[in-house]
């Protein structure tokens, strides 16, 4: 009912909204990072298995974010 | 130990720089202009008698008791109401003075009762005080006359004689002890604002009335206590004093309930708490309180308190009573099966914001170290995490800018999303004064809160509808910058210029103006500019915001957006400025600062910086995780999906206090073992498996942290009624899991904290208890503390503006769900109430209501007091309604104090983009008539029921 993988991506979409109006560039950055920081990685795993399977309802910043994030790791 | 004596100077100190010398007594003495002559007197160590005046209030020269003689001038004046001036030659003691004072105390005393022996005010009675003084031997006129002292007088009626009224639950009025000092009534109107009270009739008539000649309980008396403070008598006392008698000592600590952090004296007698009063060199409160710090802590010796370890197998199980190192092997053994059979990451703990700073640090502590994993996290992550976030982001640190005193230099406030009035009350006492003297207030909220009326105090204000902060505060910044408002010099040298272009030129869009918003928000345009304009222009605007701002899908970009405001318009770094949150809990500052998130250390440290981390891991001996852990919600979800297992849950009730109170009963039955740690059987502890007692503030030494990043010492006054305080339970539990942490003191924990974390370099219990608090950063930097931060620039260097896009949450009205509910707080109690409902607090508050404006009422077939459904995507429930105008037509209220009625069960899933602080100010509702409480609330005061059985302990057979 509530987690996985629905619910994260809702959340990394809401992320990807309030950077989108500083431009593609800063918002990729902007996304990865805040990711990065405050998501336990269970929750990075979890988007990231999302991602590959074809990565549904992601936001094209978001997509973007969670690829550049996941070559990092 | 003895009592604490504060000294009364009689007048309110000057704050005046030019210094004035007089002779007083044959003593010269150099006093600030503007000082009284009785308080320039009382500095020199000579205490002029006096009834009607006290230094929390003005002089009002009605007594007639402190009379003096000035060499060159006529007469005999008040010395509280006469000023110094230089050279003036004074004489507190002569002839005439002795007799004119003996007269005065012989009228009074010949209408008083002369019960001195059996009255509650023995040996704390300024009246008896005086008399003593002033040598009063004999009153000539006797006692028959006309008096307000005997019910009959010559066998008939006195109607001059009222009796008791004892109405409020914690302190009496005697009119028959009342010499119409007026000190109750100016406490009333100048400390706390209120303006209860007044004195009805003249001369000989004149009475103490509340209202108008109602009962204190019924008149408009919030219980502040500040009359009773104020009372030179035993008119007004407090119900514990008359019960018990004189405290013998008393010792300085923290009140445990609002983020403001009031400092109390503890009067003891023996291990009893007699009463608390509020001390007046305490820097946050200045010697005011409010109902709870001052009268409601009856909670602390309740009978359902639980004094003995628990533990069960599963949670349909009665409690069995168990030994303390029964209960924690118990737990220990169960968190290891958990972790062996689910790995290290599946378990985790929430720290307390109603414990110490040393706890807090502990727990967290245990956590990363003992645990070995970051899955900390603390009721912050539901109140105030945008908080930190935001401020962070654009100032560098995650804390208010000011002190409380600030406020005494402000010309424009601006609260938003906040009601001080009701939560945080004895900063609303200090803020009203300020306002009372010409200061402006606008208030951003979607009801009409006590603080946008109240007597002398009228707001600007723009009511929004709920979830339309970030589109308001947007178009404030759009006028500002449109209309040409903007500090440019400031924001050229604090802040980083063409970041501040980018923003300029995005609020500047037509689409953030008020016009255009205004169909969003609701709030007219007209208003909107005004208000704008008067925080940019009207001198020191100091922003003071709450969970309104915070506790939205937008609440970190709200928080981003005050910021903004502040450094456009030049309103950080000096006094009478600043960005203010108001911090719900007594320690949420304080559990922040200790590293309860599980991203960061102490001190707001990413735990992924090796830096860090490794000073943490040589001074604990272990290595730590580098990864985030879970916050709060993900834990939840976590537990559903099976990968979260065992929680400890340190003075927290997250059952009651989280949204979404399905999801979080699905989270917590699945997990398969729950510590509950904690004074009562709460919410929570019904889906617990083990329940450690926990210990009050009055029980334990440690620090608190308030809003104003205060750090103040908290002093145990009595054992623990549990046998531990809460450091020495987590420590007990460590040990039982394996993972030794060795404290024989809080002040050790705290020399550890300082150790490792840069802003606390400096402090010490030896420099709490020399400085009595210290706001942090306090290093060697700033050896005394920080009162006010970012003077001539910002901690992270440049202030950083970001954008700000208002985008509407999904939680929206449609035709299911028409109104939108917000939820909030009243005076009496205290969050979930688990403390101030087991006290008489419950007298002003019994249930928690649901505001209703007068067309949606109608519309429904409401009436006032009827039961109502409340019914959300989430769920529903049923509780009485309260017709009122406070709130806007399609917009509801209600508080969410007692589990009975659980608000929560309404508020949804949806949160903070930054944080996951959950979205509980807006929830689309609605509501229908009902004949009383819905079955989910029949099933869940089953299931409570249930679960709270103790088992009957069996006597061993012989």
């Known amino acids: ?73 | 130990m003895s009592l604490i004596q504060e000294t009364d100077f009689g007048t309110p100190k000057s704050k005046s720089e030019t210094m004035v010398t007089l002779t007083i007594d044959g003593n010269q003495i150099t006093v600030p202009e503007g000082t009284s002559i009785m308080r320039a007197a009382m500095e020199a160590g000579t205490q002029i008698p006096k009834l009607c005046a006290t230094d929390m209030v003005d002089a009002f020269g009605s007594c007639r008791l402190c009379l003096v003689e000035i060499e060159g001038r006529a007469g005999t004046p008040a010395s509280c109401t006469t000023p110094v001036m230089p050279g003036l030659v004074v004489h507190t003691q002569s002839e005439r003075l002795k007799q004119l004072r003996k007269g005065v105390m012989e009228l009074y005393i010949s209408d008083h009762p002369l019960d001195c022996l059996t009255c509650a005010a023995n040996g704390d009675c300024e009246l008896q005080d005086m008399a003593g003084a002033v040598g009063l031997r004999d009153v000539r006129y006797g006692y028959e006359g006309e008096n307000h002292v005997f019910a009959k007088s010559h066998g008939c009626e006195n109607d001059n004689w009222m009796p008791k009224d004892e109405s409020n639950p914690y302190f009496t009025y005697d009119p028959s002890k009342c010499i119409v000092c007026s000190r109750c009534v100016r406490a009333c109107e100048e400390v706390q604002g209120t303006f209860a009270l007044t004195i009805s009739g003249r001369g000989f008539d004149s009475r103490v009335s509340p209202g108008m000649n109602e009962s204190f309980l019924g008149s408009e008396c919030v219980s502040c206590g500040a009359c009773v403070q104020a009372c030179p008598t035993a008119t007004l006392t407090e119900k514990s004093v008359i019960e018990i008698g004189q405290p013998e000592h008393s010792v300085v600590t923290t009140c445990a309930y609002c983020g403001v952090g009031c400092a109390f004296k503890a009067e003891m007698r023996g291990e009893e708490v007699v009463r608390m009063v509020p001390w007046k060199d305490g820097k946050a409160n200045r010697g005011h309180s409010c109902v709870k710090g001052r009268f409601a802590w009856g909670y602390t010796t309740h009978k359902e308190r639980i004094l003995k370890p628990m533990i069960r197998e599963r949670i349909e199980d009665p409690w069995q009573e168990v030994s303390w190192d029964e209960a924690l092997n118990f737990a220990a053994a169960k968190f290891k099966g958990i972790q062996q059979k689910y790995g290290r990451d599946a378990v985790g703990g929430i720290t307390s914001s109603r414990c110490t700073n040393e706890e807090t640090y502990l727990v967290q502590k245990l956590i990363r170290a003992g645990f070995g994993n970051n899955n900390v996290d603390t009721c912050a992550r539901v109140c105030h995490s945008p908080t930190g976030y935001g401020l962070s982001q654009t100032f560098g640190t995650s804390a208010g800018t000011q002190d409380f005193d600030s406020v005494e230099d402000t010309d424009v406030v601006l609260i938003i999303g906040a009601n001080p009035a009701s939560a945080h009350p004895v900063f609303a006492s200090r803020l009203k004064k300020r306002l009372r003297q010409g200061a402006r207030l606008i208030v951003i909220d979607p009801r009409r809160t006590e603080m946008v009326e109240s007597p002398h105090v009228k707001a600007l204000h723009l009511p929004l509808m709920p979830g339309t902060n970030v589109a308001v505060l947007t178009a404030l910044a759009h006028v500002i910058v449109t209309e040409g408002l903007a500090d440019e010099a400031f924001v050229r040298e604090r802040c980083d210029w063409s970041e501040f272009e980018d923003w300029a030129t995005f609020v500047a869009q037509e689409k953030h103006s008020p016009e255009a918003t205004a169909i969003m928000t609701g709030v007219d345009p007209k208003v909107l500019r005004e208000a704008a304009r008067i925080y940019a222009t009207g001198g020191n605007g100091a922003i003071y915001y709450g969970l309104g701002v915070t506790e939205h899908s937008q609440g970190s970009t709200t928080v981003i957006a005050i910021a903004n405001l502040a450094m456009a318009t030049g309103n950080i770094g000096r006094p009478g400025v600043g960005v203010n949150p108001l911090r719900g809990q007594n320690n949420v500052q304080g559990s922040c600062d200790m590293g309860s998130f599980p991203h960061e250390l102490p001190g707001y440290r990413h735990i992924a910086g090796d830096a860090v981390r490794e000073q943490f891991e040589a001074m604990w001996n272990v290595k730590l995780n580098n990864e985030p852990g879970l916050r709060i919600p993900n834990m939840f979800d976590a537990a559903i999906e099976g990968s979260f297992m065992g929680l400890y849950v340190q003075g927290e009730d997250i059952l009651q206090s989280d949204p979404n109170t399905k999801h979080v009963v699905a989270a917590l039955s699945a997990m398969e073992c729950v510590i509950v740690h904690d004074l009562f059987l709460n919410e929570t502890a019904n889906y617990a498996h083990v329940f450690l007692p926990g210990s009050t503030f009055l029980e334990k030494d440690g620090t608190f942290t308030n809003a104003e990043r205060r750090i103040q010492r908290v002093r145990k006054v009595m054992t623990p009624l549990n046998g531990y305080a809460d450091w020495e339970v987590t420590i007990m539990l460590g040990k039982a899991m394996g993972f030794e942490m060795n404290y024989a003191h809080p002040s050790e924990i705290m020399d550890e904290i300082a150790a490792l974390t840069p802003t606390f370099a400096g402090v010490s219990y030896a420099r709490l208890d020399e400085l009595g608090s210290v706001q942090w950063p306090c290093n060697e930097k700033a050896p005394e503390g920080t009162p006010v931060m970012h003077i001539g620039g910002f901690v992270r260097g440049k202030g950083k503006f970001i954008l700000t896009e208002y985008i509407a949450t999904d939680e929206r009205t449609g035709p299911r769900y028409p109104l939108l509910l917000t939820t909030g707080r009243i005076l009496s109690q205290y969050n979930v109430g688990a403390q101030t409902r087991r006290t008489e607090n419950v007298v002003w508050h019994a249930e928690d209501r649901l505001e209703i404006h007068p067309h949606d009422a109608e519309q429904r077939g409401v009436r006032d007091g009827d039961w109502v459904r409340l019914a959300s995507r989430a769920g529903e429930t049923a509780l009485r309604a309260e017709i009122t105008d406070r709130v806007a037509p399609g917009v509801v209220y209600t508080t969410f104090h007692h589990p009975d009625t659980q608000a929560n069960v309404i508020t949804t899933d949806f949160s903070d983009w930054a944080t996951n602080c959950p979205e509980y100010k807006v929830t689309a509702v609605q509501i229908s008539p009902s004949n009383g409480p819905s079955d989910w609330q029949k099933a869940y005061d089953e299931q409570a029921r249930h679960s709270r059985r103790i088992a009957p302990v069996v006597e061993a057979a012989e």
């Open chain 1, 1 to 73: 009912m509530s987690s996985s993988p629905d619910k994260l991506v809702y959340m990394a979409n809401q992320i990807g909204k309030f950077f989108q109006s500083q431009g593609r560039d800063r918002a990729v950055q902007g996304i990865s990072e805040h990711i990065w920081k405050f998501w336990d990685p269970r929750m990075r795993k979890q988007i990231f298995a999302h991602l590959d399977a074809g990565g549904t309802g992601l936001d094209p910043d978001v997509r973007d974010a969670l690829q550049k994030l996941k070559q990092q790791a």
